[in-house]
């Protein structure tokens, strides 16, 4: 099967996508303005479709890999939320204690996709463990369009302290050396951001096209940065000029690369926004940032 990329795509079309997948238009709003790029709602509907993620094509590594193993946890949801969990993954055999790396999500909770970047850093030898946002409302429905609606349900105050519930408990984990650091995707690269003014002892934060923190509280953080945008990602590329301003005027140790012509969410593989070329050199710099920072 031929893999369709964002230029298979009119730029109209995957702004529109843009703003669904963020919560901005329905779907209904999404088809019928797609229907005026497309030509027919048939066409849009095809379209839709293309654009949603496929989990088992982009798969990596099988949930199944001896190399691994993986449970999931449940801790303390602040705020009254009650419980909740995340997927904890880690190399087989394992003797020693591991640095961590705390994996946050993207805007639909810990989907397929999320659970296999967990294991992708398990095998570069670190604890992984990503929390479901949406475990207070049931965990992530199996359903990319149910998913987006449960997250639209969520406090963003409360949840952004799940997260920071999630980052101070990871380091109390038996099998973590108490080392850890921030990796997180679109609404996860928010939070990661949010997480660097919030922990002084996080070793790192990777946003991946992020919305940037408060901007007073960008002074508070102590945590290196290594910071990833998309080229075309207008909406989160606003918000860098003054957030990069606040960093120096902070001396905030943070490497920044804007990869152009790619699309927001252009690291995630399941969908056509993906760009390997991008994400390969993101992720090469990703991994040798934990290394330099949690070895």
Known sequence: MTRLSANDFQPEVLQLFDRYVHGDISRRGFLDKATAVVGSGAAAVAVLTALNPQFAQAQQVSPKDPRLQSRYETFDSPQGNGTARGYLVKPAGASAKLPAVLVIHENRGLNPHIEDIARRLALQGYLAFAPDALSTLGGYPGDEDKARALFAKLDPVKTAQDFLAAARILPTFADCNAKVAAVGFCFGGTVANFLATQV????????????????????????????????????????????????????????????????????????????????????????????????
Do not use: C, M
Not at 203 to 230: E, M, R, T
Not at 253 to 260: D, G, L, M, S
């Open 200 to 295: 002084p002892e996080l070793a790192g934060a990777v946003p991946f096209y992020g919305s940037a923190p408060q901007l007073q509280d960008v002074p508070k953080i102590k945590a290196p940065l290594l910071i990833h945008y998309a080229g075309i990602d207008e909406r989160i590329n606003a918000g860098w000029p003054k957030y990069e301003d606040a960093l120096k005027a902070a001396g905030t140790r943070y490497e920044a690369f804007i990869y152009p012509n790619v699309q927001h969410g252009f690291h995630n593989d399941t969908t056509p926004r993906f760009d390997t070329e991008a994400a390969k050199l993101a992720w090469q710099r990703t991994l040798a940032f934990l290394q330099t920072h949690l070895a």
